[in-house]
Structures are given as structure tokens and as C-alpha cells.
């Protein structure tokens, strides 16, 4: 039996520890915000469509709604989005943005700038790397 490949050489490792380093990339910003990563990315699942419910983001963030849930209370006493039940389906809760939720992403706009700018990479080399680790994702979810 041969000895498993040191970190470095390990594709799970590599995405995870670049994963981890985004968020301290973005941290900085995020604080000025008030908004941890996670909210920042259930924002995000609602500005590209305001209106959806808890299941809708959960999926769109592949998370769990039971995790998506609290995301969205500390959003909603922080002013930046309100949940109403459905009238015709109370297990349902629908997550709109508040004026001040909308307002927000011009303030966010610049995560993607700063990641950009730390790595030096070009935006067609980002967009390269992004559609190969989406490749890798949907494959490893698709089986």
C-alpha cells in the first residue's frame, strides 16, 4: 500500500485552502458590512432573484434550509431582507430584500475587484478556473 500524497499534491486540499483564503481575502470587506461570508452569499442568491423561499436559497447555495434559516433571521434584524409565510402554504417562507438589502450590493461590488487584484490573474484565467472547478463540482454531485 502506497502513502497517501503530502497536502499539497491533494486536489480536496487545494480547494479548501483556497477556499479559506478567499474568505480572508473578502473578511476585511465583509467586516466593514457587517455581513459574514455566508449572509453575504444568501444576499447574493437574492439579488440575482429577490422572492425566494428558504428551500430556494438552500438549494441555490447547496446548503440545508435548517442552515439557511438562521442566515436569514440575523439578514432580517440587521434590516437587509424580510420573510413572510406564503398565505397559501405556511411551511413555506418566502426572503425578500429590503431597500437597504438592494442598496448593499453596490457596497459588495468590490469582493470580486479585490480578489482580482490580490491574485494577479486575469479575468479570462478566473473565468477559466471558475468553469473547471464547476465542471469538477457538477460532476462529483451528478454521480
Known sequence: MSAPLP??????FSLYATSMAIGRAYKPMLDRL????????VL????EQDGRTIGGIAERLSLESSTVTPLVKRLEAAGLVQRTRNPD?????????????????EECGCLGEALMERTAMSTADLAALNRQVQALRTAL???
Do not use: F, K, S
Request: aromatic share 8%; charged share 25%.
Open 141 to 143: 454531485t451528478d454521480t
Open 89 to 105: 402554504d405556511e411551511r413555506q417562507v418566502r426572503v425578500n430584500l429590503t431597500d437597504r438589502g438592494r442598496a448593499i450590493r
Open 34 to 41: 457587517g455581513l459574514t461570508y455566508p449572509q453575504y452569499l
Open 44 to 47: 447574493h442568491a437574492l439579488w
Open 7 to 12: 497536502l499539497d499534491q491533494q486536489l480536496c
